[in-house]
């Protein structure tokens, strides 16, 4: 499995972003997916994760109100919808894949299988 992350830029605080999660190498994609973000001098955090219907989603509490994430009618797609930025976002963010079948959500890190390359969002004060 490939997962490529897209959408990053740089965006003033107040603004909006939002990030692509492609998958591909597999013919099904019915599985857990999540977004994860790394600061500079900081350690990976968790950030929204989505189970694989799309029914069931969680955030971590410093996003919540203001990210949204979702996945493609296809499924092999994700997206953060990300409103309201704050220059405490500013990370890079990778998307991952959980690769056995479950039925909520995945937080984890150490849970997923596979990453994809991450995407910087850099927001200005």
């Known amino acids: 499995v490939q997962l490529q992350a897209s959408g990053g830029g740089l965006v003033q605080a107040g603004g909006s972003l939002r990030l692509s999660c492609a998958a591909s190498?597999?013919?099904?994609?019915?599985?857990?997916m999540g977004w994860f973000r790394q600061a500079p001098g900081k350690e990976r955090e968790f950030v929204a994760a989505i189970n694989w219907s799309g029914s069931s989603t969680y955030y971590a509490d410093s996003v919540k109100g203001r990210f949204t994430i979702s996945r493609g009618n296809a499924k092999n797609t994700m997206y953060l919808q990300m409103n309201s930025l704050k220059p405490e976002d500013t990370a890079v963010y990778y998307c991952?894949?959980?690769?056995?079948?479950?039925?909520?959500?995945?937080?984890?890190?150490?849970?997923?299988?596979?990453w994809g390359q991450g995407t910087l969002v850099t927001v200005s004060s």
């Open positions: 190498g597999r013919t099904s994609y019915n599985y857990a």
């Open positions: 991952a894949l959980h690769q056995r079948y479950i039925i909520g959500v995945v937080t984890i890190s150490e849970d997923y299988d596979y």
